[in-house]
């Protein structure tokens, strides 16, 4: 990746948390390797802020281990840690200028002025701050304190930057610049970085890997696209992204080139239809069938071309939602269902798409394009 | 798409000549606040106000409740400098002063005690008062609200109650009246008010600096005193600022808990109005307005660091 990697590797291995009954974290198991941007992503109580909070020091788990470089941290107080973290509060010191709230880490092991003085300035000039180290925090804009907080957070110089929701405060247009930002600031610096969210869109645009998490368990660690395209569990196809999910049964499965041609059945769209897929399922067995709504095609009269391995359908247009660059659909099919369809506007347009409320539409997609969801239990 | 390319182009070009050309944003890799804000935005201040007129309804109450406000305070300064007793103007004189600086032991004596009471008061009261708002806060336990309750009571009760009621409580438990009763009493009644200032302060005491302290390298007793006694510090000053003022200028409470020899200077002043109103008491006025001022301007700084840090 061309990337300097200078952080460390952290294990987290049968980590369980509970508070009284409420079981936080599970028996959750992560590899987080050297130097990685690492995401873990999920609704709130989920257990991701616990984890980061155990490697932090500010919590301990009842059991499991968690591994920094090889070395067991948790006996270890959060000041004698290697890892330091980013507050979703921002957490910086009232009554000190930022200037001094960057300093602080370095006040405490008493570094002599003149470095002290120039790291300061440093990582002030590193987060572009070097006009506001005079101020209190309490004159700063959010995306502003952020900035302080990443600076107080990195002047340790950590192996490990904990980041717990840093950017869930700030507007929508700061919080992409800033998410950039963070990117770029990850690539310089080359440590590990753990990244605490629940805007999957975040995780998806910087993770190298996220691991998506549910009631304390860990669904699934991959990367953004593992996780986009072949989500592991239901939870993981709904909650990443939006997606046409139906459960179904597996009525015939033939190898087809290098994979296997699937027949489903699913009683929600009233007939059968095609899935290509890796995996040799059993005739009978209880799946659920997901496909991406950018991944189907909605056509105001019937393609003329349809191939064996195409699921068409004819349905009417229930509400159509213009955005600018793309269209959402939402179909009614003929038995009642709805699908979500989404239309990319690719082409100039004088008069707005042509596919309006109520007209009839057909919504076709390839047998490529649709995942089976292996239903794990129930 | 339903347009002919012909047309599209066409649509694109009439867009284009009815549109200015528009200066070309490049990205910026990072974010940077835009040119001259700094911190909140402000309103500059000939917009802070919409009725811009002379004479509008805002303007004239303004004037009318400054006026209300300090009419009183202009007539007895005026008065303190007048040559003779009455409020007939006979010229002007320092005689007043003269008299308060020179010929005036018994007031200064109530105004020493006065003094060390709101001293002692407030220090005690700050000190109670802050350690009351941390642990209510800090530590949950059943009888929280209660407590809660019951530390305001001081501040609703009429003042006439709580001093019977502690003249009564002194005399039942032999607690001789004196500069002691006096000082209890106001030690009682400053509580509440430091506690509301510290609780408020605390209200907006970010819990998780704490762990970032700890979290940046800092040991407990290192986030005690570097991070959490600082960042309250303002609100326990502030409570304590409160607490003497309340102190030097109560009358009801200190009425009924003084005795011989421990006459504040509200008693005193009341004291010299029975016998008619002394234009000493003007003079005295002056130098009180004058003293505080003095005070409040030394303040200001520390005060603003307050209001700025908050």
């Known amino acids: 990746m061309g990337k300097r990697l200078k952080g460390f590797d952290v294990t987290v291995k049968d980590v369980s948390r509970a508070y009284g009954s409420f079981k936080a974290l599970d028996d959750v198991s992560i590899e987080i390797r050297k130097g990685e941007f690492f995401s873990l992503l999920g ?31 948790l006996p270890l107080p959060p000041d004698k840690r290697q890892v330091n973290t980013v507050f979703q509060s921002y957490a910086l010191f009232p009554h000190l ?26 990582y002030l000039h590193l987060v572009q701050l070097d006009n506001h180290m005079d101020k209190k925090p309490s004159m700063l804009s959010g995306g502003q304190k952020q900035r302080v907080a990443i600076a107080r957070a990195l002047i340790n110089e950590p192996s490990v930057l904990l980041l717990d929701e840093p950017l869930s405060a700030l507007d929508a247009k700061l919080r992409q610049n800033l998410l950039v930002e963070l990117d770029h600031l990850h690539d310089q610096i080359g440590i590990t970085f753990i990244y605490v969210t629940h805007d999957q869109s975040e995780a998806l645009s910087v993770s190298d890997r996220i691991a998506v998490m549910n009631q304390g368990k860990v669904l699934q660690i991959g990367t953004p696209y593992e996780i986009y395209e072949s989500p592991a569990t239901d939870f993981v196809a709904r909650f990443i992204g939006e997606t046409n999910l139906f459960p179904a049964v597996v009525k015939q499965c033939v190898p087809y080139e290098d994979y296997y041609m699937t027949t489903l059945d699913i009683p929600a769209l009233g007939t059968e239809i095609k899935v290509t897929d890796y995996d040799n399922l059993a005739v009978g067995q209880h799946v659920s069938f997901t496909v991406r709504p950018e991944k ?21 247009v229930e509400e159509p ?21 989404i239309q990319q506007h690719a082409n100039y347009m004088d008069e707005g798409p042509d596919i309006d409320w109520k007209d009839q539409v057909f919504v076709s997609w390839s047998a490529e394009d649709g995942y089976i969801v292996e239903v794990v239990d129930s | 798409m339903s347009t002919s390319p012909k047309m599209k182009s066409a649509a694109v070009a009439a867009k284009l000549k009815k549109q200015p050309k528009k200066t070309r944003l490049e990205p910026s890799r990072l974010v940077e606040a835009p040119k001259g804000t700094q911190g909140p935005y402000k309103l500059p201040k000939n917009q802070m106000f ?38 007939r103007w006979t010229g002007f004189s320092l005689q007043w002063y003269y008299k308060l600086f020179f010929d005036s032991k018994e007031l200064w004596r109530a105004f020493a005690n006065s003094f060390v009471i709101a001293i002692t008061s407030s220090i005690v009261a ?32 009429p003042e006439v109650i709580i001093g019977i009621s502690m003249l009564i ?53 290192q986030t005690l005193m570097k991070v959490i006694v600082p960042s309250i510090m303002p ?27 421990s006459t504040t200077l509200p008693l005193y002043v009341y004291s010299m109005i029975r016998y008619g109103v002394s234009p000493v008491i003007n003079a005295l006025s002056l130098v009180l307005i004058l003293g505080i001022m003095l005070l409040a301007l030394g303040f200001r700084r520390f005060l603003k660091t307050i209001a700025a840090s908050s």
């Open chain 1, 43 to 73: 609704p709130s109580g989920c257990g991701k802020t616990t984890l980061l909070r155990i490697i932090a020091g500010f919590d301990s788990p009842d059991n499991g281990v968690v591994l920094l470089d090889g070395k067991d941290i």
């Open chain 1, 97 to 122: 200028s930022v200037y001094e709230n960057v300093a602080f880490p370095l006040r405490l092991r008493k570094v002599p002025a003149a470095k002290l003085d120039a790291k300061v300035r440093d």
């Open chain 1, 296 to 316: 189907l095609k909605i056509t105001g009269h019937q393609p003329t071309r349809v191939g064996k391995d195409i699921n068409l359908f004819r349905g009417i």
């Open chain 1, 321 to 341: 939602i213009y955005s600018g660059f793309q269209s959402k659909y939402y179909v009614s099919l003929e038995n009642g269902t709805v699908i979500k369809v």
């Open chain 2, 50 to 87: 919409q009725d811009h007129r002379k004479f509008g309804f805002s303007n004239i109450m303004l004037v009318l409740v400054i006026a209300f406000l300090f009419m009183p305070l202009f007539v007895v300064v005026t008065y303190s400098f007048n040559a003779s007793r009455g409020m």
């Open chain 2, 126 to 157: 700050t000190f109670l008062g802050s350690l009351s708002a941390i642990g209510i806060k800090w530590y949950k336990f059943k009888s929280r609200a209660y407590i809660q309750v019951v530390s305001f009571l001081p501040m609703v009760l």
């Open chain 2, 169 to 221: 409580f002194f005399t039942a438990v032999r607690i001789p009246l004196g500069m002691f009763s006096i000082f209890v009493a106001h030690t009682t009644f400053n509580l509440p008010f430091v506690f509301l200032l510290v609780s408020a302060r605390l209200e907006e005491f970010d819990f998780s600096v704490i762990e970032a302290a700890r979290d940046l390298g800092a040991t407990e007793r």
């Open chain 2, 235 to 261: 609100g326990v000053m502030s409570g304590l600022l409160m607490a003497i003022t309340m102190s030097l200028e109560d009358f009801v409470i200190t009425f009924f808990v003084s005795g011989p020899g």
